[in-house]
């Protein structure tokens, strides 16, 4: 019963291959755009309570935010490597789509061909 469910899952990912990705996607895109937006709303706020000037006020943002940066970078990074593959996956399904319908219609060629060597003979 255990084994059952794992050609299901080569299955689904050979015809649909970027729901897999999709999550892990969705999830950093979301990582990205909260701590990007975080940034942003903190560079304002400083901006409008400090007065300091608009490179003063960036880098004190910097400065604040130095874990949000780096957890924000490093989610863009693995973002860019997962949409890669998600783009990678669907050209591997079609390229495998493409090649089944040319064996196919070898196959089918082949057998026609046997076919008519056997009333040749």
Do not use: C, W
């Amino acid at each position: 019963m255990r084994n059952d469910g794992f050609p299901h899952l080569v299955f689904n990912y050979i015809t649909n291959p970027g729901i897999l990705l999709l999550i892990p996607i969705l999830f950093l895109l979301f990582v990205v755009l909260a701590g990007a937006s975080a940034l942003v709303y903190t560079f304002f706020q400083n901006l409008s309570q400090l007065d300091l000037s608009t490179m003063q006020t960036l880098r004190q943002t910097l400065l604040d935010g130095q874990l949000t940066l780096v957890v924000v970078s490093f989610s863009f990074i693995f973002l860019m490597i997962f949409v890669g593959f998600f783009f990678l996956s669907f050209q591997s399904k079609r390229y495998f789509d493409e090649i089944y319908t040319i064996v196919m219609r070898m196959n089918a060629r082949i057998k026609k061909i046997e076919s008519e060597s056997r009333f040749d003979d």
